[in-house]
């Protein structure tokens, strides 16, 4: 695959920060993206709308609309899922992007922030892709796409916050099984995660409140995310699948080695993000 020109994305949570990204690089090729996702109405502190990012998606290039879903309901996934296909003739990709996120240790997880991680991280992974799988056998070059982290079973990565821990890798573990499921009918199933600190509004919000520059000088760009996504999604589906990516090692692969572009401040120095190790992510593409 050259582009996704006409191809059909199916994308959990992309109003804002890196689904969004992914969405406009898609969108750029002229492929049609629907935005699954809550936010139809503005947020009091974060940016755009379904509405808003579909009109944003259009003016990139591509055909775009929002529907209101949230994917802890298996009923509003399975609408989503048939307006699509009656909007734009099938799936082609899916991508599960909608995450939930709280950095608290055990004694200070309160069960209902569990709850919240585990619905929209690893079941809405599990039910969306289930959801769509019906679409894709159908589609030439059919692809899933999970934003989870390598699976990696060391205990640092779990110490400071199991809960959200197995809720991300959660994610991963969709791919590590769906992927091998899934190759008979020549669905890839690959995960992709950032090596370095995203700057996104989650970022700013948990992580950079107490920053002054609200930890920009310690992130990348969103866009990173969005070229990485894009080389996965053109790959040969018959071919890559089963990987755990990062970002940067995803675009050194491709032929590109020179990442200062994506810095969020020229002189920014990305902090290392959580569940990634060196070396982690390496791949060969096709």
Known sequence: MKNLSGKTLFITGATRGIGFEIA????KDGANIVIAAKTDTPHPTLPGTIHTAAEELKKAGGDAIGIKTDIRFEDQVNEAVEQTVKIFGGIDICVNNASAINLSSTLHTEMKR????HNINTRGTFLVSKTCIPHLKKAENPHILNLGPPLNMASKWFKPHVAYTMAKYGMSMCTLGMSEELKTFGIAVNSLWPRTMIDTSAVRNILGATLPDKGLSQ???PEIMGDAAYIILTQD???FTGNMCVDDSTIIASGK??????LATPDAKPLEDFFVDDGDGEIELF
């Not at 569990?114 to 991680?117: C, F, G, R, T």
């Not at 080695?257 to 994506?262: K, S, V």
């Open 237 to 239: 589906s018959k071919k």
């Open 257 to 262: 080695n020179n990442l200062d572009e994506y």
């Open 114 to 117: 569990y709850d919240l991680m």
């Open 219 to 221: 992130c990348r760009k």
């Open 24 to 27: 406009k690089k898609a969108a």
